[in-house]
């Protein structure tokens, strides 16, 4: 038996273990308490369902409740194009519930969702009436749960999300959730941002303050005065978390050697295998974990529903090469861009597209990543490149304050198609409900800064057009045509 202390000898790196066993002890704090919560939940659902003498469904599948196509969920495009994601199958067609069951209870778990749009991907209706556990799903981060049946095989994140997101927790705990700017971040939106610095930490490090912050967080979280001081679990947890704090929480001999030559392999990159208290690969689980991070990334701009959103683990980006840089919200600039490149009109194209112009941006510019905020592919995808917070490269002078979108392709003598400018609308619709744009945001096109011809002189004149745009200073609109985009 050796003490945590003796595992590594960096201590950065030892708090990141710690901060990652932290999260680990917590989330089992926090199971029972959810698992009732998740079944109160359901009962309430189904029980006002129910009572009026309906008789509960198992007929129908998440695929035949939802419309097709839905965006976001499905990928039909178009009166002729074939479904071939969520209904691929003859039994999976949208049809109505025949118990008139299902679609209530359809109607009530989006009614109980904050953003009014649950996480359709995650769950299957047919199990809805027996776990409670698969209502839960619809409120976790939008895509990677399918798999995932009970409490215990969910991570923190997922856990965290559904208090989060879903109604039921309004009123449960002694803070209100993430009640927004200028209030602070509230304890569960604090406890989230920790797992994701924990999980992202590409160096395996973790400094004394975040640890301090860490512990702190989660520990007043597992001591809510409302809702869980009283929970034996999350008692246990917040004692054992104690322990791990001040290096006394005892591992096993055989624990220390797995942590030993995982330490060893991290140098590496090798995947070894490394047990946690229960005996589960943590190296396994962290790469799990990531997938779903990066989900999540995302998950605000998926919740509206209303963009085909590309996200960077789909288009395979690699990772910035300095630490971010983020704006402060909302910003009230938006310029477009084009990029005079293909025109991607599928998003095997536009995944092929964003690399190569990451590769351009990273290593011939030397920026840190892909400059653009957003890449709207022709077919009407929308590619996460930057995303809605951090500072990009794409308008200089104006970086820091606004958002970019590029279209693809050159639009001096051809204008986009009609996806790709319904996309750009919709992204900007979306920016405004997610708090990441003002509502009265200015739109410019990239020239009226620079001394360029994008985004082109027919995307230029459709823009100029829209509602929110506006001239900045003395408008450019002579160029050389030779001039960089
Ligand atoms: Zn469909
Ligand atoms: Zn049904």
Redesign the pocket.
């Known amino acids: 038996m050796a003490g945590i202390a003796d595992v590594f000898t960096e201590s950065e790196r030892t708090n990141w273990l710690k901060a990652w066993l932290a999260i680990d002890i917590a989330k089992s704090g926090l199971e029972k308490f959810v698992e009732t919560e998740a079944t109160t939940l359901h009962g309430n659902i189904y029980n006002a369902i129910l009572s009026s003498g309906a008789v509960a469904?198992v007929?129908?599948h998440t695929a035949n409740l939802l419309k097709c196509p839905s965006r976001g969920i499905c990928n039909k495009r178009g009166a002729q194009s074939q479904c071939t994601s969520m209904h691929d199958s003859p039994l999976k067609q949208p049809r109505p519930?025949?118990?008139n069951?299902?679609n209530r209870v359809r109607d009530e778990i989006e009614n109980q969702h904050k953003f009014s749009n649950p996480s359709w991907k995650n769950t299957s209706?047919n199990h809805w009436s027996s776990s409670p556990w698969h209502i839960a799903k619809a409120y976790f981060p939008p895509d990677g749960y399918t798999e995932t049946s009970s409490v215990q095989d969910t991570d923190f994140n997922g856990i965290i999300s559904f208090m989060m997101n879903c109604k039921h927790f309004n009123n449960t705990f002694s803070f209100p959730i993430a009640p927004g700017k200028p209030h602070p971040p509230c304890l569960l939106t604090k406890a989230r941002e920790f797992c994701r610095t924990v999980r992202h930490s590409s160096t395996f490090k973790v400094t004394d303050t975040d640890l301090h912050d860490i512990f702190i967080t989660l520990i007043s979280l597992l001591t809510d005065t409302q809702c869980l001081a009283h929970d034996v679990d999350a008692r246990e947890a917040v004692r054992k978390l104690a322990k791990l704090q001040t290096n006394v929480l005892k591992l096993t001999t055989e624990e220390i050697i797995n942590y030993e030559n995982f330490c060893k392999d991290i140098g590496r990159g090798a995947k070894v295998e490394w047990f946690n208290f229960d005996g589960e690969s943590i190296w396994n689980k962290i790469e799990q974990d990531q997938k779903l991070c990066d989900a999540e990334e995302e998950e605000l701009v998926l919740n509206m529903n209303t963009v085909t959103l590309v996200t960077r683990t789909q288009w395979h980006a690699l990772s910035s090469k300095e630490d971010a840089q983020y704006m402060t919200m909302p910003v009230s600039h938006v310029f477009i861009h084009h990029t005079v490149m293909s025109e991607c009109v599928s998003q095997r194209e536009g995944a092929i597209e964003m690399r190569k112009i990451q590769h351009l941006h990273q290593d011939i510019n030397r920026w840190a990543d892909i400059g653009y905020n957003f890449v709207i592919g022709q077919d009407g995808s929308v590619y996460m490149g930057r995303g809605w917070d951090r500072v990009g490269a794409h308008t200089l002078g104006w970086n820091n304050k606004s958002i970019s979108f590029a279209f693809t392709g050159n639009f001096t003598e051809k204008q986009p198609t009609d996806d790709a400018l319904k996309a750009l609308d919709a992204a900007l619709v979306l920016g405004v409900k997610l708090g990441k744009l003002t509502p009265d945001f200015k739109l410019h096109g990239h020239r009226d800064a620079r001394p360029t011809e994008s985004p082109g002189q027919k995307l230029y004149d459709l823009i100029r057009k829209h509602e929110h745009y506006e001239p900045i200073g003395p408008n450019i609109v002579t160029f050389s045509p030779k001039s960089r985009v």
């Open positions: 469904c007929d129908c519930c025949s118990a069951v299902c209706a």
